[in-house]
């Protein structure tokens, strides 16, 4: 069974940056394209942000394109999601996880307020 522990998260000013990590365990990590989520209160979780398998396949959101960054470390099974210049909009719950994977993670909270 897979775990995905999310960190990283926490309370911002707007214009403000983090850096959320995430460390996966119970698959082959280095075999899945990995993807960044977030679900903000009282809205449906949305993909945000993908990495391919080897790093080289990279898409955001809209939203996202030019505020964040999304890596990987194959070797200790983790994915990384940058983030700058964030907005109040950008509050939510960030998980990780593959698609089709279970169960998800606990998830890290990014709460950017002033």
């Known amino acids: 069974q897979q775990q995905l522990v999310e960190s990283g998260g926490g309370l911002v000013q707007p214009g403000g940056s983090l850096t959320l990590s995430c460390v996966a365990s119970?698959?082959?990590?280095?075999?899945?394209?990995m993807n960044w989520y977030r679900q903000a209160p009282g809205k449906t979780r949305e993909l945000v942000a993908t990495?391919?398998?080897?790093?080289?396949?990279?898409n955001y959101i809209n939203d996202l394109k030019g505020r964040a960054t999304i890596s990987r470390n194959n070797a200790n099974s983790t994915v990384y999601l940058q983030m700058n210049s964030l907005k109040p909009e950008d509050t939510a719950v960030y998980y990780c996880?593959?698609?089709?994977?279970?169960?998800w993670g606990q998830g890290t909270q990014v709460t950017v307020s002033s």
């Open positions: 119970g698959f082959a990590f280095s075999r899945y394209t």
């Open positions: 990495i391919g398998k080897t790093g080289d396949e990279i």
């Open positions: 996880n593959r698609i089709g994977g279970s169960p």
